[in-house]
């Protein structure tokens, strides 16, 4: 997805989609079920995230001193594609970096984020948001300065055959919220099992029993999804606590 045009930096799925149709090419990938902006690998810079050459700035030397914890991470971001950026953004393989986070929540190194950018807000409403944030490992504060960390695990999606409208409440059974493409065991109303799907870091950590209220597109590939990515409107009407006890002893 397009992240910046023109010096300004686009937020929301919905901006990004719009920019992209009018300079590169948008096609439906039947594997997605969406349109997607499609840039020729000719016309292409690809950036590694895990050779990162940091600059001279005070965000950079706090990136460097975030992932000396994180060993094996890379940058990616603003960081990686303009040098410079206002947060931290890190990227990794390894599941394992997630208990590493957890340690570095319970002992006061990071801290949870406590507002929502107004032009973040998509899909899930800005007090939801805010409230998930609040409660992230993969989201948090490093040094003051806020920081995103994907853990990413690349497998291969059948294709969607049919897509239907859906609105309704879903209740969160079991499932893998901590890595990329999250992938959630859900119940529907009438018994329905599904499964919640999303490749966005505002849909991870949520926990068992977690109820939504959705408005959006049911996808049927080899199992039936619930894409979080492709819904209307999404709201939370039910939260089990989770507490990260911090360590100070």
Not at 33 to 51: M, Q
Not at 78 to 90: A, F, P, R, T
Not at 98 to 112: A, D
Not at 184 to 207: A, C, H, M, Q, W
């Amino acid at each position: 997805m397009p992240r910046v045009i023109g010096g300004r930096k686009l937020k929301t799925i919905k901006e990004s989609i719009e920019a992209a149709k009018q300079i590169t090419v948008v096609r439906y990938i039947e594997e997605i079920g969406r349109e997607v902006p499609l840039v020729p690998l000719e016309y292409a810079e690809i950036l590694d995230p895990f050779r990162w050459k940091p600059g001279d700035s005070e965000i950079c030397r706090k990136t460097n001193r975030m992932l000396d914890y994180l060993p094996g991470a890379g940058v990616t971001g603003s960081l990686l594609y303009d040098g410079d950026g206002k947060d931290i953004d890190l990227l990794t393989f390894n599941p394992r970096h997630y208990s590493i986070l957890k340690e570095m929540r319970q002992n006061g190194i990071t801290e949870p984020l406590d507002k929502v950018e107004f032009e973040d807000v998509e899909v899930l409403g800005i007090e939801d948001m805010r409230t998930l944030k609040a409660r992230r490992l993969l989201e948090g504060k490093f040094q003051k300065v806020p920081y995103t960390f994907k853990i990413v695990n690349c497998e291969e999606w059948e294709p969607v055959t049919n897509k239907k409208n859906f609105s309704g409440t879903v209740k969160l059974v079991s499932g893998n919220g901590i890595s990329l493409p999250v992938k959630y065991s859900g119940e529907l109303e009438d018994g329905t099992n599904v499964k919640l799907t999303s490749f966005r870091i505002r849909f991870t950590e949520l926990p068992k029993g977690t109820i939504l209220q959705v408005k959006g597109y049911l996808l049927e590939r080899n199992f039936l999804d619930l894409n979080l990515d492709l819904a209307e409107e999404i709201r939370i009407v039910k939260l089990p606590e989770t507490t990260i006890e911090r360590d100070d002893s």
